[in-house]
C-alpha cells in the first residue's frame, strides 16, 4: 500500500504541474499566435532559448493536453513513488528541455513544437528502466504487458503519427532512460 498524501492539492507538485499546463492551455485558447510565440522553433531558437521551457507548458487542442496529463499524471505518480518528489520533477524538467534541443537540432527548420511530451517521455523511460516488468495495459489493448514495452512501443506508435515532434520524443526519451541507469547505479541523486 501506498502512503497517502494529505497535502492539498496546490501543494502537490506533480498537480501543480497539471494545473499550470491546463491553466496555460485556457489562457492560450483563442490566441493561435501565442502558442507560436511560446513554441519552439528551430530557425529562431538562438534568439528565442526560453522557448525550450515554455513550449513545454503549451498544447495546440484538448485532445494534446488532456492525453499528456493524463500521462503525466499515471508516470508521474509512480516515479514519485519510486524515486521521490524532487527526482521526479528534475527528470521533467531535464526531459522537457532535452526534448525541446533534440527539436531545435533535428526538427525542420520553420515547424513549431509545444507540448510537454519530451518531459513525459523522460518520466516513462526512467520507469522503464527503474520498473521495467511492471505490467500495464495501454487502452485499447487489453492485454497486460511489461511497462518497458508499453513506453518503447508506444512511444514509437505515437511518434511515427503526422504532426509529431518525434525528435522532443526521443529526447526526452533517452534523458529519462540515461537518468533512470544512473539513479539505478547510485551515481546520480536529484
Given at each position: 500500500m501506498y502512503p497517502r498524501d494529505n497535502r492539498p492539492v496546490w501543494q502537490n507538485p506533480l498537480?501543480?504541474?497539471?494545473?499550470?499546463?491546463?491553466?496555460?492551455?485556457?489562457?492560450?485558447?483563442?490566441?493561435?499566435?501565442?502558442?507560436?510565440?511560446?513554441?519552439?522553433?528551430?530557425?529562431?531558437?538562438?534568439?528565442?532559448?526560453w522557448t525550450a521551457v515554455t513550449s513545454m507548458f503549451v498544447h495546440g487542442s484538448l485532445t494534446h493536453v488532456l492525453f499528456n496529463m493524463l500521462a503525466l499524471f499515471f508516470f508521474g505518480s509512480y516515479l514519485t513513488q519510486t524515486v521521490g518528489e524532487r527526482t521526479m520533477l528534475g527528470i521533467y524538467f531535464i526531459g522537457g528541455i532535452v526534448g525541446s534541443l533534440f527539436f531545435w537540432l533535428l526538427g525542420p527548420a520553420y515547424a513549431v513544437a509545444v507540448g510537454?511530451?519530451?518531459?513525459?517521455?523522460?518520466?516513462?523511460?526512467?520507469?522503464?528502466?527503474?520498473?521495467?516488468?511492471?505490467?500495464?495495459?495501454?487502452?485499447?489493448?487489453?492485454?497486460?504487458?511489461?511497462?518497458?514495452?508499453?513506453?518503447?512501443?508506444?512511444?514509437?506508435?505515437?511518434?511515427?503519427?503526422?504532426?509529431?515532434?518525434?525528435?522532443?520524443?526521443?529526447?526526452?526519451?533517452?534523458?529519462?532512460?540515461?537518468?533512470?541507469?544512473?539513479?539505478?547505479?547510485?551515481?546520480?541523486?536529484?
Open positions: 498537480f501543480v504541474l497539471i494545473g499550470v499546463n491546463v491553466l496555460i492551455y485556457i489562457l492560450t485558447m483563442g490566441a493561435p499566435s501565442l502558442v507560436v510565440q511560446l513554441g519552439i522553433m528551430p530557425a529562431a531558437f538562438l534568439s528565442e532559448p510537454a511530451s519530451g518531459a513525459i517521455f523522460a518520466l516513462g523511460g526512467a520507469l522503464a528502466v527503474l520498473r521495467p516488468m511492471t505490467r500495464v495495459i495501454i487502452f485499447p489493448i487489453p492485454i497486460p504487458m511489461p511497462l518497458w514495452i508499453a513506453v518503447i512501443g508506444g512511444g514509437l506508435l505515437i511518434s511515427l503519427m503526422p504532426g509529431i515532434a518525434w525528435e522532443a520524443h526521443l529526447g526526452g526519451l533517452l534523458t529519462g532512460i540515461g537518468t533512470a541507469l544512473f539513479i539505478s547505479r547510485g551515481k546520480l541523486r536529484l
